[in-house]
């Protein structure tokens, strides 16, 4: 049972375009939501987060917006840049971020020079 | 960076043998975890620490045992290693109960042959 679902296992930009990485969760008790990201043979690194209080946390290049009615999360990265390459994972966690992390699978995104 | 080290960074085993992983940070954080990656899974929980001696499962926690006698250290250990533990490990910290914004290790990889 999948709580937290990135239906794209991979994704692919031009260099200085929009990159949008999407994500949804199935648990309503979720109430703060990250992204990771994570180079090979490296650990994740902290992103952004997010909780339920906002729709939107901006960043720099890097925006996260929540739809809580669909259950549904969107990290944007403008503009994607060669360094952006790398597997992007969502997790959420409940009781604003007091409970354990629950990750997806991760969305692999190359940015085309 | 993180103080977060693991160790060791590659590893092949042996169907029934007993493994150790270590995880040693340098941040005093109180909370530490073991998390292992496969493909399909994102990164999954095994176990986690919230202070010296202080230990409790994760989702995934069959097969596996740890054990945190200081602050710095955070053992995994597989008991009886089985082809199904093949995997990479990672170890995180943080200052958070949820594991948010952890810090994590640059991972172990474990092949159980």
């Known amino acids: 049972d999948q709580q937290v679902k990135q239906n794209s296992p991979s994704l692919s930009v031009q260099e200085g375009r929009i990159s949008i990485l999407n994500c949804d969760y199935t648990n309503s008790m979720f109430d703060y939501f990250l992204w990771y990201k994570k180079y090979p043979a490296e650990g994740p690194t902290f992103l952004i987060s997010i909780s339920s209080i906002k729709d939107k946390n901006e960043d720099g290049r890097f925006t996260v917006f929540l739809n809580k009615s669909a259950k549904h999360l969107s990290l944007h990265i403008v503009p994607s840049q060669p360094g952006d390459s790398a597997v992007y994972f969502c997790a959420a966690s409940a009781n604003f971020g007091n409970e354990k992390l629950t990750f997806g699978t991760g969305t692999r995104l190359t940015i085309i020079p | ?113």
């Not at chain 2, 590893?11 to 995880?23: I, Q």
């Not at chain 2, 941040?27 to 202070?51: K, T």
């Not at chain 2, 994760?58 to 054990?67: F, K, N, P």
């Open chain 2, 1 to 113: 960076d993180a103080g977060i080290t693991q160790s060791p960074r590659h590893k092949v085993t042996e169907t029934g043998t007993p493994v150790t992983l270590r995880c040693h940070q340098t941040e005093n954080h109180r909370y530490m975890y073991w998390y292992r990656q496969d493909p399909g899974h994102g990164l999954r929980l095994i176990h986690y620490s919230y202070g010296v001696k202080d230990t409790d499962k994760g989702e995934v926690s069959d097969g596996y045992s740890v054990s945190r006698s200081k602050t710095e250290d955070f053992l995994l250990t597989l008991e009886s290693a089985t082809s199904s533990q093949t995997s990479v490990y990672f170890c995180a910290i943080s200052d958070y109960s949820g594991g948010t914004e952890a810090f994590f290790g640059q991972g172990t990889r474990l092949t159980v042959v």
